[in-house]
């Protein structure tokens, strides 16, 4: 069984920067793909950004160049650095693992965290 617990969120002017964590547990950490999906009020959940342990990382267009996703093994912990926040990032980010090759689709994952509250002030 894979636990995910995020952490990281808070309330930010426009222009700002916050790093989210997402920590795993449970399970082999190296063997599985991380992402990241965000859920604004009122709108679909959507996808944001995933990496793989032996893959390269992949962007939603609309945080392309702001965002970054990154791991530290050592920690099981993955990280996504969001800067130049703008209003319309505030949403509930959750991180989820997936078990083979990740993507933009929440249908690919198999373990999913609680989320965490990022507010983008204007």
Do not use: H
Not at 8 to 34: D, E, K
Not at 46 to 65: C, L, P, R, T
Not at 88 to 96: H, I
Request: proline letters at 2%.
């Amino acid at each position: 069984q894979v636990q995910l617990v995020e952490s990281g969120g808070g309330l930010v002017q426009a222009g700002g920067s916050l790093r989210l964590s997402c920590a795993v547990s449970g399970g082999t950490f190296s063997t599985y793909g991380i992402g990241w999906f965000r859920q604004a009020p009122g709108k679909e959940r959507e996808f944001v950004a995933a990496m793989s342990w032996s893959s390269g990382n992949i962007y939603a267009d609309s945080v392309k160049g702001r965002f970054t996703i990154s791991r530290d093994s050592a920690k099981s912990t993955v990280y996504l650095q969001m800067n130049s926040l703008k209003p319309e990032d505030t949403a509930v980010y959750s991180c989820a693992a997936s078990r083979r090759r990740v993507g933009a689709r929440t249908s690919e994952y198999d373990y999913w965290g609680q989320g965490t509250q990022v507010t983008v002030s204007s």
